[in-house]
């Protein structure tokens, strides 16, 4: 099954330390009791009796910020367990400071044969080998709502856990069609159709488990480290500035604004704001950033390169952030700074599409978060933009964009001229 893994919106370094383990290409079968979705969902889990629970979570940045809540409830439910989170090695350096789990593990996606396991220390890698190799976990978790693109099912199973608990198949169509047959090798599955938020869906697999879903909040806890390098960017590159607008121009190309058109937005904001420029980005944007650059008029500055971490902190620091539908949003509205958000999924397409901000808009207080997105997707799309190249975000030109941002800035930030419209 294709990995659909776009670009790394931001930077990061691969964990240090690593070790190789055979798995069996075969997963095991196991109960499969299908529980439907809903207030009175019961998935059977007892997190009081817990000690050892490993959750197996291979998506992106954006999807890491998104589990946040997942985990503070998780935490909250079994107080005594040892939690173990698993990653993609590409969200390690945001994933590692997390205070709701006990270890975090990095992995890279394999189908088959062995898999390569990392962390940060050697004596972290090493209790958590014993505990896998052993098959001490009492519970594994795969809380992801859409299709398993990642083998994260391979890992939960190769853990031994008693029992493993995650999404139906039958919860989309892709997931129907790219999952076919995964239901029997979980000990329960919750079949949760309902078109919802992602934060919603891990909320409500985590109720079904007997779970507590009181905080609703994202959180992410950062590296006082990486604080520390953020500001000595600031200090370096921008005199110390401590207002600046982030802007995150870079996506998948259908999620991308043209970027000679977010450039002159930038520009305009810029000017407006009386804010110099912070360009965030992955090393990959390292040449798109440099043009994106030489295009801006004002004080600006590459932060492209920095380990994600480090540019987390540095979109917390932010007065601000425009961003594509990209990991970037999520870690503004994570840090409470306010973020314009450009999708591509018009207003009138399918609200389940795996592109939809009804699913993955930036979650946080509603009256810091900005989404603009055209109105009709452009033919031949219909439910949702399936174009391989910057296709239904072009109807969004700069005076659409321009002068709800500007209004949208002026809640946060002093301007010159407060009257936009």
């Not at 059977?44 to 992106?60: G, Q, Y």
């Not at 069609?177 to 159709?193: E, K, P, Q, V």
């Amino acid at each position: 099954m294709p990995q659909p893994a776009p670009p790394d919106s931001l930077g990061n370094p691969t964990p240090p330390y690593a070790m190789a383990m055979a798995l069996p290409d075969a997963v095991t079968p196991r109960q499969g009791l299908v529980v439907d979705g809903g207030p009175n969902a019961r998935l059977p889990v007892d997190l009081a009796r817990c000690r050892r629970i490993l959750v197996v979570r291979l998506d992106f940045i954006g999807d890491w910020v998104l589990t946040t809540p997942f985990l503070a409830n998780l935490r909250a439910s079994a107080p005594d367990a040892e939690i173990t989170v698993v990653v993609l090695n590409r969200v390690f350096d945001l994933a590692r400071s997390c205070a709701f789990v006990d270890r975090v593990i990095g992995v890279e996606p394999a189908a088959a044969g062995p898999v390569s396991f990392y962390a940060a220390d050697q004596a972290t890698l090493a209790s958590f080998i014993a505990d896998y190799g052993n098959y001490l976990f009492d519970l594994a978790l795969v809380p992801r709502w859409d299709t398993d693109f990642n083998s994260a099912l391979r890992i939960a199973d190769g853990s031994g856990a008693a029992t493993v608990i995650g999404f139906s198949e039958a919860n989309t169509a892709h997931r129907r069609a790219n999952n076919r047959g995964d239901d029997r090798f979980y000990s329960a599955i919750l079949r949760d159709t309902e078109a919802m938020h992602e934060v919603d869906h891990k909320l409500g697999l985590l109720a079904a488990m007997g779970g507590t879903t009181e905080q609703r909040d994202l959180t992410l806890h950062l590296d006082p480290a990486d604080k520390r390098r953020a500001a000595e960017f600031l200090v370096k590159r921008l005199g110390g500035a401590d207002r600046f607008i982030a802007i995150a121009p870079f996506a998948v190309p259908r999620k991308q604004v043209p970027p000679e058109r977010s450039a002159v937005l930038a520009n305009r904001l810029s000017e407006t704001l009386d804010l110099p420029v912070v360009v965030v980005g992955s090393p990959v944007h390292a040449p798109n950033a440099a043009a994106f650059l030489s295009e801006l008029k004002g004080p600006a500055a590459s932060a492209v390169g920095l380990p994600l971490g480090a540019s987390a902190a540095l979109i917390g620091r932010a007065s601000m952030l425009i961003g594509m539908d990209s990991g970037p949003a999520h870690i503004a509205a994570a840090l409470n700074t306010p973020v314009a958000v450009i999708f591509n999924h018009a207003r009138s397409a399918a609200p389940d599409h795996v592109g939809s901000p009804e699913r993955f808009a930036p979650w946080g207080e509603p009256s810091r978060v900005l989404v603009l997105r055209p109105d009709e997707p452009l033919a031949p799309c219909t439910d949702g933009c399936e174009v391989d190249a910057a296709h239904c975000i072009t109807q969004l030109d700069v005076d659409d964009l321009y002068p709800p941002i500007a209004d949208f800035a002026a809640r946060f930030v002093a301007v010159r001229d407060p009257v936009f419209s």
